[in-house]
RNA sequence: GGCGCCAUAGCCAAGUGGUAAGGCAAGGGUCUGCAAAACCCUGACUCCCCGGUUCAAAUCCGGGUGGCGCCU
């Protein structure tokens, strides 16, 4: 049994392809967006709703408290007993979503050396990038781990305190715990193939609907339940910046103008990681039948 | 009609005699526990046009064109 993955740029049709190739395969969907996995956050995520579900089982949604940190590894620890669980059922899992970072630690088996997070090791490699500058803190990690600092710029300073926080950790080099890209099971992925300036103007329109289904009520009702406006699912695209904009007074047309930028920006970063998914098949946007036929010869193949 | 100011990349903009900062946008890229995040790379053979001064002009002078402001 093979997986589907329906991925690709943001505003791009995504979730109703994966419900309508859900319905045809016998399958259900599995998110893989770091925003739908939130509670309460549901117009600036564009959260399917109960009819764009379409009575489809959808998975990974909905699974984490507002307020709280939720990251890859709680992600691939959640939806990969899900997945395997569709598989033994005989249900296709529906991989459907555009954070291509978790797609990929569902897809392969990526292990992430095992090493969890320490807050109290990252804060003190954090202090040493403001005291000694970003090249002193790589300078360091070259030291012990030359392999993988080659492979990062001192400025990335996210990317070599975590370097250097598995090494402090296990002892290990993070070079040496990387592991090979092996799918976990087969899958098929396609993705809509819009022209930019049309992806561009779709952006443009999902984000005037989200203003008008209310987005600044939602941000402000998360915020008047006390979620902090530095929460981790408030920096995404549409709260950090209606967040801002409520603060400083201004216009909704202007915090509409900077999400439109911010999405944009998003979607060009999603297409770039997009281009290296292994096999990925573009499909022709605009006929949604006609795609999920096309998706469906495929996976038959 | 007169006087003054301005004219530098798609936009904002520094540079006021010595061989074109920076920011944004755009495009390309990275991505193994914050990923809707973080980070990297690329741009004017040329500074509105014409002429002049000078070894040397985006920078000075004259004229033109365009825009803005003030005055009659």
Redesign the pocket.
């Known amino acids: 049994m093979k997986a589907l993955v329906v991925c690709g740029a ?1 505003a791009t049709g995504k979730t109703a392809l994966a419900a309508e190739c859900a319905l045809r395969l016998g399958g259900e969907v599995v998110s893989a ?4 996995v939130y509670r309460g956050l549901d117009i ?3 959260k399917p709703t109960a009819e764009e579900r379409r009575g489809v089982p959808h998975h990974m949604i909905d699974v984490a408290e507002p307020g709280s ?6 992600y691939e620890r959640m939806a990969l007993p899900v997945v395997n669980d569709l598989l033994s059922r005989g249900k296709v899992p529906v991989l459907c979503g ?5 797609l ?1 630690a569902l897809l392969y088996r ?8 320490d807050p109290s090791v ?1 804060e003190k490699y ?1 202090r040493i990038a403001d005291a000694e500058g970003r090249e002193a803190l790589h300078a360091r990690l070259s030291a012990v781990d030359p392999e993988s600092a080659a492979a990062l ?1 001192p ?5 070599v ?2 370097a250097l926080e ?1 090494y402090e950790l296990t002892g290990r080099k ?1 070079s040496d715990q ?4 092996i799918p976990r099971f087969p899958f098929l992925a396609v993705a809509f193939d819009y022209p ?1 300036e049309e992806l561009y103007a779709r952006i443009g329109r999902r984000v005037d609907a989200m203003f008008r289904a209310g987005l600044v009520r939602e941000v402000q009702g998360l915020l008047a339940r006390g979620i902090p406006e530095n929460a ?1 699912c408030m ?4 709260y950090k910046e209606v967040i801002e904009g409520l603060k400083n007074g201004v216009l909704q047309s202007t915090m509409s103008d900077i999400i439109k ?2 999405t ?3 979607a ?6 997009f ?2 998914m292994q096999g990925l098949k573009l499909l022709a946007p605009g006929d949604l039948n006609a795609a999920a036929q096309e998706v469906c010869s495929l996976y038959d193949d």
């Open positions: 943001t967006d770091s925003m739908l600036g995520t564009a940190d939720f990251s890859v590894s709680d555009g954070t291509g970072f978790y990929n990526s292990g992430f050396g095992g090493t969890p997070a990252r954090m710029h400025n990335d300073v996210k990317r305190v975590r598995i993070k990387r592991d090979l890209p930019r981790q920096q995404g695209i549409g930028q911010n944009r920006n998003y060009k970063r999603q297409l770039t990681f281009k290296r």
